[in-house]
């Protein structure tokens, strides 16, 4: 109770976004993750979700499927040459889009516009094969704490615009910072994630698509246990918040 109302104190630093339309799902069994290297940092974000829920479930995880397409740097369009294939190769229930990191800001309106245009093509794709769109708000890079607003702002503009989930991740990340601004969530490039970001984005996940808290799950990654804890209270915190969850 303590974590959580010392967490909850660092909320109220957090930017204003607007509210998302969609604030829950039915619990997806088989999920792709689509985008670049941060998904892929540090064994891969997939497996971290993964293994959460395999450590919350050991039986129900057994019939589940995490998988995920990365290309190093890559824009989202770069994913239409083999988006088509992917959502034939198994019955998708939830397609998770991730852009650029800067790639969705308008200070840059062609990528802006090709990133929009791209999420709408991809996402009326996954609707037609039977699958949810759900979009991976990334988090600002460590020397610009302001992009977390604007890609929050970015990233739930088309989800409201294509009634697809978005996970808030970014902010999960900027509340951590203002909590612990000691806590190193990045690697020496200032954009990448360290272990302790790449878990928070993976519990950031669980709690958005299961909708159950992460919290009191055993498994830590590697992680210290109290700072995995703390991590894990992170993101329900920001998940329940930004969704407006009771």
């Not at 992917?86 to 990133?115: C, I, Y």
Request: aromatic share 12%; with cysteine; net charge neutral.
């Amino acid at each position: 109770m303590l974590l959580s109302l010392l967490f909850g104190a660092a909320l109220v630093a957090a930017p204003a976004v607007a509210k998302p339309k969609v604030t829950r799902i039915e619990a997806p069994k088989n999920i792709l993750f689509i985008g670049n290297s941060f998904n892929y940092y540090n064994n891969s974000l997939h497996g971290h979700v993964r293994m959460l829920w395999r450590t919350a479930d050991p039986e129900a995880e057994k019939k589940m499927v995490f998988k995920s397409e990365t290309i190093s740097g890559g824009f989202l369009h770069e994913h239409a040459a083999a988006l088509p294939a992917l959502l034939k190769s198994r019955k998708w229930d939830v397609v998770v889009l991730q852009g650029n990191s800067a790639e969705p800001l308008p200070k840059n309106p062609k990528r802006h516009d090709d990133f929009v245009e791209t999420a709408k093509k991809f996402d009326q794709q996954i609707d037609a094969a039977g699958a949810q769109t759900a979009f991976f708000m990334t988090w600002a890079y460590q020397d610009k704490p302001e992009m977390t607003g604007e890609l929050a702002a970015q990233y739930e503009a088309v989800g409201n615009d294509t009634d697809a989930l978005v996970v808030p991740v970014g902010l999960a990340f900027a509340k951590v910072r203002e909590a612990r601004p000691s806590l190193a969530m990045y690697v020496e490039d200032k954009m990448h994630p360290t272990l302790p970001g790449t878990y928070l984005a993976a519990c950031t996940f669980y709690a958005a698509l299961f909708g159950k808290t992460p919290v009191g799950n055993a498994y830590y990654a590697g992680l210290d246990p109290e700072l995995a804890r703390f991590l894990q209270q992170a993101a329900w915190d920001t998940v329940r918040q930004y969704y407006g969850w009771t």
